[in-house]
């Protein structure tokens, strides 16, 4: 079983502050996805990344794949009170997911 | 564009009762795959089909079963609801062509009383 984690769990910032949080595994996977999710919805995708080292960037968010497949950052910079939700990293194929990390950005 | 689609979005049950949830992929997706996710926890991979045929089982209950029907819309039947069974129940649709990108739809909230 492909296991991944998440940290940290919870964070709670102020409007303007920058955040990195990760997802890793001792498992390699083909591709990870990033997705949100805000209370009561589904996850809605955010990235998929498939080489290793490769760095996207979606606005104010960047992702990072590990060079080795097993691991990855999301890093938001200027932290806006609409990126509040729950983050989640899911390796293909049958989408194992993290626990997820609870995002709070307080205006 | 068009996203997955899910019906019911809420639904209530007795104990023992039987459900069934509907998931209608994003058009030329071939591939579906069901999740539940308990209050607080991550998406559980329940089971998937791929052109009709399933393709991998996971920590699905044996009450439950699921088909994909050749409209590739796909149906999860659930038979003597438990109240552990309340959940949020998520369809997902990918396409083999396309990179195998899961996309999620709204859900059904499932209430066992």
């Known amino acids: 079983t492909q296991l991944l984690e998440q940290s940290p769990q919870f964070l709670s910032i102020q409007e303007g502050e920058n955040l990195t949080v990760y997802c890793n595994s001792s498992s390699v996977f083909s591709s990870l996805q990033w997705y949100r999710q805000e209370p009561g919805e589904g996850p809605v995708l955010l990235v998929t990344v498939v080489t290793g080292g490769e760095v996207k960037k979606l606005k104010r968010l960047t992702f990072q794949f590990g060079d080795a497949r097993k691991d990855s950052s999301l890093h938001i910079t200027a932290a806006q009170p609409g990126d509040t939700g729950l983050y989640l990293c899911?390796?293909?194929?049958?989408?194992?997911f993290g626990k997820g990390t609870m995002l709070l950005v307080s205006p | 564009a068009a996203g997955v689609i899910q019906s019911p979005r809420h639904l209530i049950k007795e104990k023992r009762e039987t459900a069934t949830l509907k998931c209608y992929p994003i058009?030329?997706?071939?591939?579906v795959y069901w999740y539940q996710q308990g209050p607080g926890q991550d998406p559980q991979f329940l089971i998937s089909f791929y052109e009709k045929m399933q393709s991998d089982k996971g920590s699905i209950p044996d009450r439950f079963s699921a088909q994909q029907f050749s409209d590739y819309h796909s149906e999860l039947n659930m038979s003597s609801l438990e109240l552990g069974d309340s959940a949020l129940y998520f369809c997902?649709?990918?396409?083999?062509?396309?990179?195998?990108?899961?996309?999620f739809g709204p859900g059904t909230r499932l209430l066992v009383l």
């Open positions: 058009p030329r997706h071939d591939t």
């Open positions: 899911a390796g293909y194929s049958t989408l194992t």
């Open positions: 997902a649709s990918s396409s083999w062509i396309r990179g195998e990108t899961q996309y």
